[in-house]
């Protein structure tokens, strides 16, 4: 197997960034279709604005609908060849970015990515996460090719509540391991091909990174500044993490995750705060080492991550919680799903078996 690995065309991170975004755009397109929720665009549309103006870049805004669902993304499409746009550029979250990237795609057009959140890894990658209108997953989208452009503006992500970059933390958390899963298995990663050297170093990169920097960031963002420890954890949880994902692979963590889709009373849940969960249920699927579990379980209490299920909204018990729990372990092992990237054979049995285990060690390292 070829080994492969890939990153957006350009990253540009820093204060201000987002001031600068029209320069960013000028080289690829002179009209660009804009792509926000109504909340984003109050927050940074006049920033945005001025910045095309400045670059003698034409503007056509269009408000998100809130969910990347196939729907939306056709709704978008068509405004954006309608109008003739020569780019999208997509300003906010996950949803939002993963599904400018989309009309992007579809439209056959570069894509400028300008995150306001750091709470995902998505922002690098070339795929989309598609959910049904209900919120739960659907499939993945994949690419020919990275984001053009990615601009984080490191001012705008540290005024955003602190939970968002800790859920962001817990996306990041996942990278180390399951890339180590993959790759053990000598599986396909999301690149198409096998996993580089530099991809499981950036992996290692951004756990370490995590460990290191990750509460003095929580803190500073709670106290609304940035530091230097919040401009790293930004760049771990965007760059490291989506290039480590991306480039090394995904395993158990992300399949878990997804699982947990199906149930609703989890939906008020962010992405990495689920993953983080995952993550716990992966090395118990694994048996890791108790060393490396109590430092996963430790880091996850220090910043504000779930691990147990009740932390995660899932408050029942007896016959009722385990008919839950099966139904994510179900869902979990689905056909295509990446939890087949484990270095052994994986069923939901045994996916419902690890859950019960790392809720039980969750709720014994609480109390």
Not at 134 to 158: E, H
């Amino acid at each position: 197997m070829l080994k492969v690995i890939q990153s957006p065309a350009k990253y540009i991170q820093g204060p201000d960034a987002l001031y600068h975004v029209g320069k960013y755009i000028r080289p690829l397109a002179e009209k660009t279709l804009v792509i926000a929720d109504k909340f984003v665009h109050g927050l940074v549309g006049e920033i945005v604005n001025e910045s095309l103006s400045e670059y003698e870049v034409s503007g056509v805004v269009e408000i998100f609908g809130g969910e990347c669902t196939h729907e939306e993304i056709e709704r978008l499409t068509k405004l954006a060849k309608n109008h003739k746009c020569q780019a999208v550029l997509g300003v906010g979250g996950g949803k939002t970015l993963d599904t400018a990237k989309a009309v992007a795609h579809f439209a056959k057009v570069p894509v400028i990515i300008a995150p306001t959140i750091a709470s995902t890894d998505a922002p690098t990658s070339a795929l989309s996460v598609i959910y049904n209108e209900l919120g739960a997953f659907d499939s993945y989208l994949f690419y020919p090719q990275n984001p053009n452009v990615v601009v984080m503006d490191t001012n705008i992500i540290a005024r955003a509540p602190a939970r968002l970059l800790v859920a962001g933390m817990g996306d990041a958390l996942a990278t180390y391991f399951e890339a180590r899963a993959c790759s053990a298995a000598g599986k396909m990663t999301m690149a198409g091909g096998g996993t580089t050297l530099a991809a499981l170093a950036l992996a290692g990169l951004c756990f370490d990174t995590l460990l290191s920097d990750g509460i003095k960031a929580k803190l500073a963002v709670e106290a609304g500044v940035s530091t230097k420890a919040v401009e790293n954890i930004i760049e771990a949880n965007t760059l490291l993490s989506g290039l480590g994902f991306e480039s090394a692979g995904l395993a158990a963590a992300h399949a878990i995750h997804n699982g947990f889709t199906a149930l609703e009373e989890c939906h008020h849940m962010y992405h990495g705060e689920k993953v983080a969960f995952g993550t716990i249920v992966q090395l118990v699927l694994e048996n890791a080492p108790a060393e490396e579990l109590e430092m996963v379980l430790e880091f996850c209490v220090q910043v504000g991550l779930p691990i147990t299920l009740e932390e995660l909204g899932v408050d029942c018990i007896g016959p009722e919680l385990e008919e839950k729990v099966m139904a994510i372990a179900e869902l979990s092992c689905a056909d295509n799903e990446t939890i087949y990237n484990m270095p052994f054979e994986v069923d939901s049995d045994q996916v419902y078996a690890a859950i019960m285990a790392a809720d039980r060690m969750g709720r014994d390292w609480l109390y």
